[in-house]
């Protein structure tokens, strides 16, 4: 059956990818977006954009007009960096947006909520790999704190007001329309780089590892977490650990060039090895990442250069 889903954050480069698959699955999406990091031309033709911040109190009669049945939470201030600057920005985007986000979403009596989270932030630095669901969360940025800070308001909504819930926590995410100019998202930076003609810089001795998760696949759970998965957090990415260095080494073959990286120091906080475990999404919802890094690489590779 057809839903009504309003996409808060779907100007950007994961929601944006989040409307286009509830799109093509036959539901109606309202986008809510402030545009301070997204574009209008990021919104599928099919879906309505609404221009408004999330903190702004006009959202709980947004809500009350539009009625949708579900809320997809993707708005945030994304930026690591921006948070351990400006940490009250952070906090006034990521956990008082969300609450006033969950206030108009319990008023307009939305069935299911679906919290956009952060497995490689909150978690902290591994106590052990891969990271688990139940790994303690030991935030060390404004922004991991921010988001987790969020998750928890999301799950006192379910328990005081009945919400049906679901928490994705995303490992890193890469694909197209990610932002190339940024000060995170290696693989788009590396791909702009290689474009521009310029070497791209490892920081670290590039034997850190990451999970580099498709946008596409991420899209897939969020169709799944419209009907499954109620009142549960789920990681979503590949299960695999990729160094920096292989990484780069599979672009390359990918873009067809052989290119020296510049090699630059490692970047206060970053941890050696993360990595999520992902067996409980594939168990309870049977989702898991479809997309191989060599696909994935070769998908964003293709799309940048087009829009170079
Ligand atoms: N990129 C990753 O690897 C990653 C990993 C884990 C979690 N996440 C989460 O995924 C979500 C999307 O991140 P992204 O990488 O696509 O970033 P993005 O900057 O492309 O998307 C964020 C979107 O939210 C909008 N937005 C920001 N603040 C808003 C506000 N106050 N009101 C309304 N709209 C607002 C922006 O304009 C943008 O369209 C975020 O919640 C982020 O924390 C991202």
């Known amino acids: 059956m057809p839903l009504r889903i309003m996409v808060t954050g779907g100007a950007g480069f994961i929601g944006s990818h989040i409307v286009d698959a509830y799109v093509a699955a036959g539901h109606e999406v309202l986008v809510v977006d402030n545009l301070s990091t997204g574009q209008a031309g990021n919104v599928h033709k099919d879906a309505r954009l609404i221009e408004m911040d999330i903190t702004d109190p006009a959202l709980v009669d947004l809500l009350d007009a539009e009625r949708p049945d579900v809320v997809n939470h993707h708005a945030a201030n994304p930026s690591v960096s921006l948070s351990v600057r400006e940490p009250a920005f952070d906090a006034t985007q990521n956990i008082l947006g969300t609450l006033n986000l969950l206030e108009a979403a319990c008023r307009a009596g939305v069935s299911r909520f679906i919290y956009i989270s952060s497995g490689g932030a909150m978690y902290g630095d591994p106590q052990y790999l891969p990271i688990d669901e139940e790994h303690p969360s030991n935030p060390v940025s404004p922004y991991a704190l921010s988001k987790h800070t969020g998750e928890r308001y999301v799950r006192l909504y379910g328990l005081e007001h009945g919400?049906?819930?679901?928490?994705?926590?995303?490992?890193?995410?890469y694909g197209p329309r990610q932002d190339p100019f940024g000060e995170a998202g290696v693989i788009a930076i590396f791909c702009q780089n290689l474009l521009d003609g310029v070497a791209p810089e490892i920081h670290w001795d590039g034997e850190q590892t990451r999970d580099f998760v498709y946008v596409g696949d991420c899209a897939r759970a969020n169709l799944m977490a419209l009907?499954?998965?109620?009142g549960q957090s789920f990681n979503v990415g590949t299960?695999?650990?990729?160094?920096?260095?292989?990484?780069?080494?599979v672009l390359l073959e990918v873009a067809g060039q052989d290119v020296e990286p510049r090699r630059g120091p490692r970047r206060p906080g970053d941890a050696r090895h993360s990595y999520l475990d992902t067996s409980k999404i594939e168990r309870q919802l049977g989702w898991r990442a479809q997309v191989d890094l060599r696909q994935g690489l070769a998908q964003t590779w293709d799309y940048f250069g087009k829009v170079a």
Do not use: D, H, K, M
């Open 163 to 173: 919400l049906s819930w679901t928490s994705l926590r995303y490992a890193n995410v």
């Open 227 to 230: 009907e499954q998965g109620v």
């Open 239 to 249: 299960g695999l650990g990729t160094s920096i260095n292989a990484l780069f080494r």
